[in-house]
């Protein structure tokens, strides 16, 4: 797993939902609720392409914001 830098991240934003991002693992998840994107991170480089991303159950979104929160990434 590659670490995108903080400082990075900070600027990066869901090109749908346009919310902020956190990383967990090799996938950018939006933190926006209603998309519930996340994007992958392939060879340490963020794919923030639409079409590659997927939408997550709002089970799966509920518990990385969860973590996110609990790391204080969000």
Not at 52 to 73: I, L, T, Y
Request: net charge negative.
């Amino acid at each position: 797993m590659a670490e995108i830098d903080a400082e990075l991240l900070g600027i990066m934003q869901c090109p749908v939902g346009h919310a902020p991002l956190v990383q967990v693992g090799d996938w950018l998840y939006s933190t926006d609720a209603e998309t519930r994107r996340r994007y992958p991170i392939r060879d340490g480089i963020p794919i923030m392409l639409i079409e590659e991303a997927e939408v997550v159950e709002p089970d799966e979104f509920a518990r990385v914001m969860a973590e996110a929160k609990k790391n204080g990434n969000t």
